[in-house]
């Protein structure tokens, strides 16, 4: 059974950093492509940073220039580095991967979540 499990949330005060890892586990043939999702209380689950196969990256318009989206190689992996977070980016973060399984069909994972809380 394919599982994404997060991990780097927690509390920090405006401007500090956090990373956050995701890392996918279970019979996947490739990856087509990880992302990060966040939701506030109250509010839709948006895309913050997503990356393809082929290494290309996409930022929500509120993060770019603050977090950068990686990944290791061999690709199971993928990384969210939050700096000069902001008291709005407070929200539990989503990891979520588009996957290529053994029976050659693309599924969609998501994580479980982990909260990211920035004090003012």
């Known amino acids: 059974q394919v599982q994404l499990v997060e991990s780097g949330g927690g509390l920090v005060q405006a401007g500090g950093s956090l990373r956050l890892s995701c890392a996918a586990s279970?019979?996947?043939?490739?990856?087509?492509?990880m992302a990060w999702y966040r939701q506030a209380p109250g509010k839709q689950r948006d895309l913050v940073a997503r990356?393809?196969?082929?290494?290309?990256?996409n930022y929500a318009d509120s993060v770019r220039g603050r977090f950068t989206i990686s990944r290791d190689n061999p690709w199971n992996t993928v990384y969210l580095q939050m700096n000069s977070l902001e008291p709005e980016d407070t929200a539990v973060y989503y990891c979520?991967?588009?996957?290529?399984?053994?029976?050659?069909?693309?599924?969609?994972?998501w994580g479980q979540g982990t909260q990211v809380t920035v004090s003012s």
């Open positions: 979520n991967a588009v996957l290529l399984a053994s029976d050659s069909r693309y599924y969609n994972y």
């Open positions: 279970g019979p996947i043939s490739s990856i087509n492509a």
């Open positions: 990356i393809a196969a082929g290494g290309s990256r």
